[in-house]
């Protein structure tokens, strides 16, 4: 068989897969709906995407185990919040994008890791310090549930620990380590996507060196990654606000995550 058919055949497959995997594990629909309505940034969404975002839900938790530790004890809705989340980034992509890794760690709180970090100053961070969330290249993703549980603002408006680290997942897609560079999409350019986000990240170091108030949180200010990984929280959270502070690194964002919630709001 040509090695087009090969591959015809294996996207037959996966299809047929994923469909029966859906419908054999469905969801409860008051549990759905109360999932949605405890995450703000899945609220706009139509009934084409939430209907999407139902599907790769399902099959997000059948290819990953949600594992708690320290104690803490998981329950289905606490899974569906973390997988909705996480499947927001990747609604008009595909579930390839999280492949090669198949766990999820969930503390009841904030955790230590005892890995000191060094910023891009070379400043070096104790890691001692408690976090909300942690993503590993080719390893887990750990999340605080304090952090993650719905309604957690931890970081103020926009703030959404679940996005930060899951959109650090795909940041990593480019290598072994985030540096705010995704793999960008046919069409997209890196240079423009280069020039965007280093005009908008010193932006907010200069208002940080200047004793001003940051137009985002600071923490984006940390590196490249962070900055990547905090706007895209904001993308989804806040997109009017982020598209009126900074429109070209919205579109950029759009063009990357293939959406455009701020449109939802607006329609």
């Known amino acids: 068989m040509p090695f087009y058919g090969v591959l015809a055949n294996m996207g037959k497959f996966k299809d047929w897969w994923q469909a029966w995997v859906v419908s054999a594990q ?14 703000s940034a899945l609220e706009s969404l139509g009934d084409e995407d939430l209907k999407r975002l139902r599907q790769l839900t399902i099959l997000f938790l059948d290819d990953k185990t949600i594992t708690p530790a320290a104690g803490l004890v998981i329950d289905r809705p606490m ?22 890794w198949h766990e999820v760690i ?31 290249g080719r390893g887990p993703l750990i999340l605080s549930w304090s952090n993650a549980k719905p309604g957690a603002r931890i970081h103020g408006k926009g703030s959404n620990v679940i996005l930060h680290e899951f959109a650090h997942k795909l940041d990593m897609l ?9 793999p960008l999409h046919a069409g997209m350019s890196r240079q423009q996507w280069t020039d965007v986000f280093s005009k908008a990240y010193a932006r907010l170091r200069r208002q940080l060196k200047q004793g001003r108030k940051p137009w985002i949180d600071p923490y984006a200010a940390t590196n490249p990654a962070e900055f990547f990984a905090v706007t895209s929280e904001h993308f989804f959270e806040r997109p009017l606000w982020l598209y009126e502070e900074e429109p070209e690194l919205y579109r950029q964002l759009s063009l990357f995550y293939r959406q455009d919630p701020g449109l939802r709001l607006e329609a």
């Open 79 to 100: 899974q569906l919040h973390i997988a909705a989340n996480a499947c927001l980034l990747i609604l008009e992509l595909d579930l390839e994008y999280y492949a090669g």
């Open 106 to 136: 969930v503390y009841p709180k904030a955790f230590v890791t005892g890995r000191d970090r060094v910023d891009e100053n070379g400043l070096v961070h104790s890691g001692d310090q408690g976090l909300g969330g942690e993503a590993w």
């Open 174 to 182: 480019n290598g072994a380590n985030a540096n705010g560079m995704p």
């Open 26 to 39: 469905p969801l409860n629909n008051a549990l759905w709906q109360r999932t949605i309505a405890r995450a």
